[in-house]
């Protein structure tokens, strides 16, 4: 678990760091408030196992004896826990991220943020790239995690395309084959790909074509009535 803690605490200096340069903006300005929304949830899955790990230090006996004293439930405990975490903040980054895509491309195009189909045409536009030839590293990257997350829908599998799929970002090959699960979900390095993520969401904003918007409130804030 402390490897984990660890991991944690690099990503959600990360997202601090980058929310850093957008305090300026009005609180409700959807730059800043995402960016408030993803450290926050890196930070609730951060000190929740933080707790755990704290209990398990501080009352050894009474958190063994939750779980029998078996210690093949306390492993396995704490490695879903671990799981838990990081499949929480997947979710949150990439479906939030998608959100705002979708609300950038919206306002570019005139159509609702549901209507197009097709991210690789949104990130193509947004990031002004070729659409299936990309050759920006921010959007390879957006295109990879994507990927990655459409396994989540099927298990952790991949199913898209039965001939399989390879993106290369930074040089490196990331494959994905039909009916296997992507190394990338079995070693734990799609954290490094979600740091990078920030590095790519900070170059969109920083884009004259997105700073050509102005400042747009996050939609939740209409969402929920607010």
Known sequence: MTEAIQTLETLYKKATDTLNSYEQLPE???KRKHLEVIASEIAASMINL???????????????????????????????????????????????TELIFRTFFSKLTGKTPGEERSLHKIIATLYEDTENAWTKEEAKLV?????LR??????GIYFHKTAGITITY???????????????????????????????????FKRDLIKGLGDIDHPSYNALGY
Do not use: C
């Not at 209990?55 to 671990?82: G, M, V």
């Not at 459409?150 to 298990?155: A, E, K, L, S, W």
């Open 28 to 30: 409700k300005e959807i």
């Open 50 to 96: 933080k707790i755990n790990k704290q209990f398990a230090d501080a009352k050894p006996k009474e958190f063994s004896a939750l779980f029998n004293d078996d210690q093949t439930h306390i492993d396995n405990y704490a490695h879903i826990l671990i799981q838990h975490s990081a499949e929480s903040i997947m979710d949150a980054v990439l479906f939030q």
């Open 143 to 147: 295109i990879l995690l994507w990927t």
């Open 150 to 155: 459409n396994t989540i829908h099927t298990g």
């Open 170 to 204: 930074k040089g490196q090959a990331y494959a994905f084959e039909f009916g296997k699960t992507p190394q990338l979900l079995r070693d734990g390095k799609y954290f490094d790909l979600i740091t990078d993520l920030f590095d790519s969401i900070d170059y969109l």
